[in-house]
């Protein structure tokens, strides 16, 4: 694989491209204050964005242009906000969680995994029925039969969901005729809830576990399969996550990982620029006030994941490639295809602006264990 071109500089490249539009934003968004109220406001917004950068995206038209305008709507509703003196509406800076969690100077490792896990948790314990069991199901085939990946004896294989959050992918890989699944997570909230619902469904050949993906608690050569979804990207050391993948896979064994992709084209220098508005805003009261709007469980999910989780950082293909291969990888594939959501399979289908809106696409890569 090719050496991508001085991948901070492409980052950069995208967040210009709305620089002017996003930070007359994020200062109109100072003047209305860091009470509860203005986080709700600012939660609003989020949605607003998110929404709007869909229907740019799939609208044809030049994307550039398009999200200049959400985020001028956004800073003029910012503005006007404050001259009605929004920021007079409660207490100041009731909303801040501690500073301490997304300091690069002195990250206090456990205040980070306890503040992702429970962002998380709460997101997937809301889930629908539907979103828990059907959705993920229908995302893992479309992902593995358009790679063209297929399992001759899945039923006598065992297969570890690392991360599995509230463990929605660990039932699809159950409901797909894996022999036993196994998820493990940070979060006690992501595992009780999973515990939960399976139980529910009275569905065997499944167990859940409260532990770090960065420390697996599985000894060496476990798994046939490993499986981990959108999960290293959050932690504290994802190449230590990636040496544990490989620990635990048996030798010829199938792994899947997912990280975020860098560049990330307008799609992720727009997260960006909302992870700047969301700074230090209360998680769950963010949730909540999107809830109150009637946004689905899944879609608040989809705008909160990564707008609010502690760390999430973006790895170029050779980066995550390079750790694959030093954790003792081979037949490292990065996938071409994913479902019609999939940012990658925008560009394989060759959306118009797909690299501006798009970047590279996601990381998806299989492998197996030397
Ligand atoms: C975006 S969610 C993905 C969950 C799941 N893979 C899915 O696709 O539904 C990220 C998950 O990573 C978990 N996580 C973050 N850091 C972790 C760590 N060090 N060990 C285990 N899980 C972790 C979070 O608790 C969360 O459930």
């Known amino acids: 694989m090719k050496r991508s071109k001085t991948p901070d500089k492409e980052q950069d490249q995208a967040r210009n491209l709305i620089l002017k539009s996003s930070?007359?934003?994020?200062?109109?968004?100072?003047?209305?204050?860091?009470?509860?109220?203005?986080?709700?406001a600012r939660a609003w917004c989020v949605s607003y964005i998110f929404n709007g950068m869909e229907a740019v995206f799939a609208s044809g038209r030049d994307p550039v242009e398009g999200m200049n305008e959400l985020f001028r709507d956004a800073a003029d509703f910012f503005q006007s906000a404050s001259r009605t003196g929004f920021h007079r509406l409660g207490p100041d800076r009731v909303n801040q969680v501690a500073p301490v969690e997304s300091s690069p100077y002195e990250p206090d490792h456990s205040a980070i995994e306890n503040a992702t896990g429970q962002h998380y948790g709460r997101l997937f314990r809301e889930f629908s029925q539907a979103s828990f069991w059907e959705e993920p199901l229908e995302l893992l085939r479309t992902r593995l039969e358009r790679n063209g990946i297929e399992f001759a004896d899945l039923a006598r294989m065992s297969v570890l969901d690392a991360g599995c959050g509230g463990g929605r992918y660990t039932a699809a890989w159950k409901q797909l005729g894996a022999g036993s699944v196994t998820g493990v997570d940070i979060s006690s909230i992501g595992v009780a809830s999973a515990e939960h619902r399976v139980k529910d469904a009275g569905l065997s050949g499944i167990s859940f576990k409260q532990g770090s993906v960065i420390e697996l608690p599985f000894?060496?050569?476990?798994?046939?399969?490993?499986?981990?979804?959108?999960?290293?990207?959050?932690?504290?050391?994802?190449?230590?996550?990636?040496?544990?993948?490989?620990?635990?896979?048996?030798?010829?064994?199938?792994?899947?990982?997912?990280?975020?992709?860098?560049?990330?084209?307008?799609?992720?220098?727009?997260?960006?620029?909302?992870?700047?508005?969301?700074?230090?805003?209360?998680?769950?009261?963010?949730?909540?006030?999107?809830?109150?709007?009637?946004?689905?469980?899944?879609?608040?999910?989809?705008?909160?994941?990564?707008?609010?989780?502690?760390?999430?950082?973006?790895?170029?293909?050779?980066?995550?490639?390079?750790?694959?291969?030093?954790?003792?990888?081979?037949?490292?594939?990065?996938?071409?295809?994913?479902?019609?959501?999939?940012?990658?399979?925008?560009?394989?289908?060759?959306?118009?602006?797909?690299?501006?809106?798009?970047?590279?696409?996601?990381?998806?890569?299989?492998?197996?264990?030397?």
């Open 23 to 40: 930070r007359k934003m994020l200062i109109a968004a100072q003047g209305i204050g860091t009470s509860r109220w203005a986080a709700s």
């Open 219 to 370: 000894p060496d050569r476990s798994f046939d399969i490993v499986f981990s979804n959108g999960v290293l990207h959050h932690t504290v050391d994802w190449q230590a996550g990636v040496r544990e993948l490989l620990r635990v896979l048996k030798t010829g064994g199938f792994g899947w990982l997912y990280l975020i992709e860098s560049p990330g084209g307008l799609f992720w220098a727009t997260i960006e620029v909302l992870r700047d508005l969301m700074q230090g805003a209360d998680r769950e009261f963010t949730r909540l006030s999107l809830k109150l709007l009637g946004i689905p469980d899944n879609r608040i999910f989809y705008m909160l994941d990564h707008v609010l989780v502690p760390i999430n950082l973006r790895l170029t293909p050779f980066e995550v490639e390079s750790s694959l291969i030093s954790a003792g990888a081979a037949n490292i594939r990065r996938l071409s295809r994913g479902t019609d959501f999939d940012r990658i399979e925008r560009i394989h289908q060759g959306d118009p602006y797909a690299e501006v809106k798009y970047g590279a696409g996601e990381n998806r890569f299989v492998f197996t264990r030397q």
